[in-house]
């Protein structure tokens, strides 16, 4: 079964603090993908990245960064100096097979408030 | 990047009333279109897969009868929410993908869906 859990519900911090969003996740797919989105109140879903099992290597884009470690089962994500359009809910999700094509699983979100 | 466009984006109805919802991708062909439901403050769930051609794949628990899904081109799938009640009132939202693979899946902006 595959199951992802984002166990803070809610985080609120104020505005250029840094802010990590946890993510694990359980699979028995050696093949699998990772996804971190963004739901802003208007509804849609903003994608911000996706990675496979078998890229390790941790990202940096701009002010967001990702730490995959299997070891662990986890895609943790960090907002450095985060700002108040930051403010949104953040899905982890988790699609398992060869394909990505195979459906997504959502974890439940976070829900990320940043206070000016 | 791969667009999709989900109509309408918002619809208020009377119990009793069947809802028609549009899934386009603009400029690819979708082999295959995902549905899932948002009830407030929670996490995406899918309802069904869809497949160009083909009947629907259906998850635990959704009613088949009840939410019609059609994808009858590679460019458009329908998801018809027949005799909707107000427990039906939801955040609907499509994703479509291209081929197999490891092609990612785009997401329509969602349709607000309030049964009075």
């Known amino acids: 079964a595959q199951k992802v859990t984002q166990a803070q519900t809610e985080i609120s911090v104020v505005e250029k603090e840094d802010v990590t969003l946890d993510c694990v996740y359980e699979?028995?797919?050696?093949?699998?993908?990772l996804f971190w989105y963004k739901q802003p109140p208007s509804g849609e879903l903003v994608f911000l990245i996706r990675?496979?099992?078998?890229?390790?290597q941790n990202e940096i884009s701009g002010r967001y960064s990702w730490n995959f470690q299997k070891s662990t089962s986890s895609f943790n994500f960090t907002i450095t100096a985060s700002q108040v359009v930051d403010s949104a809910v953040y899905f982890c999700?988790?699609?398992?097979?060869?394909?990505?094509?195979?459906?997504?699983?959502f974890g439940s979100g976070t829900r990320l408030s940043i206070r000016p | 990047g791969a667009v999709v466009s989900q109509h309408p984006s918002r619809v208020i109805c009377k119990s009793g009333t069947s809802v028609k919802i549009e899934c386009r991708s603009l400029?690819?062909?979708?082999?295959?279109m995902f549905w899932y439901r948002q009830f407030p403050k929670q996490s995406l769930m899918l309802m069904a897969t869809?497949?160009?051609?083909?009947?629907?794949?259906?998850e635990q628990g959704v009613e088949k009868d009840k939410f019609l899904i059609n994808h009858a081109s590679l460019t458009l799938s329908t998801l018809t929410v027949t005799s909707a009640h107000p427990e039906d009132s939801s955040f609907y939202i499509c994703?479509?993908?291209?081929?197999?693979?490891?092609?990612?899946?785009?997401f329509g902006d969602g349709t607000r869906l309030s049964i009075l």
């Open positions: 994703s479509a993908m291209a081929g197999g693979g490891n092609q990612p899946q785009h």
């Open positions: 699979t028995r797919d050696t093949t699998y993908y």
């Open positions: 990675r496979n099992s078998f890229d390790e």
């Open positions: 999700a988790l699609s398992a097979g060869y394909s990505s094509a195979s459906k997504i699983i």
């Open positions: 400029d690819f062909q979708a082999t295959t």
């Open positions: 869809s497949n160009e051609g083909s009947k629907a794949t259906y």
